[in-house]
């Protein structure tokens, strides 16, 4: 092609000359910025957390074999914890973790995947007590969710107690 054909428009029966242009679609996301989340969506973001944490154990239980490796390979056992100590770890991590994103992020990653912000009263992100506190409540007394479905303001106990928000960020 010469720079002349290369510069001239082309023809009008082009098919994306004859079509309509798109219908304007409302902003949903501007719409629910800011509103309570509800149940389903914190338990979807809840699951996504779970995920996380199973992970996390995951590559502790790695590490501490690796470890375990090192130091003695000629001995070498897989570690094998028992039910209750994987409970616990597992709980103290979630804490540990749940803690952590809310106060440096505002959200743990169920909580960003699914578009949602965890508040202080005033609408700010969580402080560290706060946050620890919200974290070893809701990692305890998971059941507490549930009072989403009766409260007029889609809260949990916890962030009943807390004066605390989920939020669709």
């Known amino acids: 092609m010469t720079r002349a054909e290369e510069r001239r428009p082309p023809p009008p029966d082009y098919p994306w000359r004859a079509a309509t242009p798109p219908a304007p679609v409302a902003d949903h996301q501007a719409a629910v910025t800011g509103h309570?989340?509800?149940?389903?969506t914190r338990a979807l973001a809840n699951v996504?957390?779970?995920?996380?944490?199973?992970?996390?154990?995951g590559a502790g239980w790695v590490a501490v074999a690796a470890g375990?490796?090192?130091?003695?390979?000629?001995?070498?056992?897989?570690?094998?914890?028992?039910?209750?100590?994987?409970?616990?770890?597992?709980?103290?991590?979630?804490a540990v973790y749940f803690a952590a994103t809310w106060a440096l992020i505002g959200g743990t990653y169920g909580d960003r995947l699914l578009g949602l912000r965890v508040t202080g009263r005033r609408g700010g992100r969580l402080h560290w007590g706060l946050s620890a506190v919200r974290a070893v409540l809701c990692t305890l007394v998971p059941i507490g969710?549930?009072?989403?479905?009766?409260s007029g303001e889609n809260r949990s106990v916890q962030d009943l107690l807390l004066r605390t928000s989920v939020v669709y960020d």
């Open 48 to 57: 996504a957390d779970l995920v996380v944490v199973a992970l996390l154990l």
């Open 145 to 150: 969710l549930l009072w989403v479905l009766v």
């Open 36 to 40: 309570r989340a509800g149940l389903v």
């Open 68 to 94: 375990r490796y090192l130091v003695h390979p000629t001995g070498f056992r897989l570690p094998a914890p028992s039910t209750t100590t994987l409970l616990l770890v597992g709980l103290g991590v979630q």
